[in-house]
């Protein structure tokens, strides 16, 4: 069992940043890789970014390329997600995920933190 409590969310400007951190509970964190995703109202859970177990390698939405960064600290049982240059349309709940392999696919993913507001004013 893993549990995945997330924090960082709040009300930003667009072109500004924040960053979004998921603490995990238990001893085998390395053994999972890690992803965000992120849902709006009125529209379906989409996938924003993954890490793998070591954190070697990352995935990421066409969307957020070139603005989020994901990250883990296995030494921390942690995992965050810089957001820059955000937009109005970057604006959703944000939940942090596991799973024991890489995806994209949300319905894979087997743990799932309880999600964060982003809300990013124009």
């Known amino acids: 069992q893993v549990q995945l409590v997330e924090s960082g969310g709040g009300l930003v400007q667009a072109g500004g940043s924040l960053r979004l951190s998921c603490i995990a509970s238990?001893?085998?964190?390395?053994?999972?890789?890690m992803a965000w995703f992120r849902q709006a109202p009125g529209k379906d859970r989409e996938f924003v970014a993954a890490?793998?177990?070591?954190?070697?390698?990352?995935d990421y939405a066409d969307s957020v390329k070139g603005r989020f960064t994901i990250s883990r600290d296995n030494a921390k049982n942690t995992m965050s997600l810089q957001m820059n240059s955000l937009k109005p349309e970057d604006t959703a709940v944000y939940s942090c995920?596991?799973?024991?392999?890489?995806?994209?696919?949300?319905?894979?993913?087997?743990?799932w933190g309880q999600g964060t507001q982003v809300t990013v004013s124009s």
């Open positions: 890490v793998s177990r070591s954190g070697r390698i990352t």
């Open positions: 995920a596991a799973r024991r392999s890489l995806s994209s696919l949300s319905s894979s993913y087997d743990y």
């Open positions: 238990g001893r085998t964190f390395d053994m999972y890789s």
